[in-house]
Nanobody
Framework: QVQLVESGGGLVQAGGSLRLSCAAS????????MGWFRQAPGKEREFVAG????????TYADSVKGRFTISRDNAKNTVYLQINSLKPEDTAVYYC???????????????????WGQGTQVTVSS
C-alpha cells in the first residue's frame, strides 16, 4: 500500500483559503486515483473531491463545487486540495485516499479507496 500524509490544515476565518497537500511514499501515485474526504464531529466521513491518475475526471461534492479544486503533481507524488471561500460548515478533519482498483475514474464512496492518510484538521471561524 501507499502511505499518505496530509498537511496544510489550520484555523482560518470564513471567506479565507487553504491549500491542503497529500504526500505519498512507498508507491508512485501515478498508479492511483486520488480522493479527498472530510469528517465533521458527529458525522460520517463524506466525499469531497476526486481525480484520476492522469489528472482527468476531477469530480466534486455538490457542497464544495466552485470553491474547492483538486489537482495532482505525479512527479512530486503529491495531491492538492485548494479550498476557497471557506465556510464554518467546512470545519472537519480532511483525509486523502488512494484507489488502486480503478485508477482512471475516481470513486465517490469510501469503499472505492484502499489507502488513507491520518487527516489534517480544518477549522473555520465565523
Amino acid at each position: 500500500q501507499v502511505q499518505l500524509v496530509e498537511s496544510g490544515g489550520g484555523l482560518v476565518q470564513a471567506g479565507g483559503s487553504l491549500r491542503l497537500s497529500c504526500a505519498a511514499s512507498g508507491r508512485t501515485l501515478s498508479n492511483y486515483a486520488m480522493g479527498w474526504f472530510r469528517q465533521a464531529p458527529g458525522k460520517e466521513r463524506e466525499f469531497v473531491a476526486g481525480i484520476g491518475w492522469n489528472g482527468a475526471f476531477p469530480t466534486y461534492a455538490d457542497s464544495v463545487k466552485g470553491r474547492f479544486t483538486i489537482s495532482r503533481d505525479n512527479a512530486k507524488n503529491t495531491v492538492y486540495l485548494q479550498i476557497n471561500s471557506l465556510k464554518p460548515e467546512d470545519t472537519a478533519v480532511y483525509y486523502c485516499a488512494a484507489a488502486s482498483v480503478r485508477p482512471l475514474i475516481p470513486a465517490r464512496s469510501r469503499d472505492g479507496y484502499d489507502s488513507w492518510g491520518q487527516g489534517t484538521q480544518v477549522t473555520v471561524s465565523s
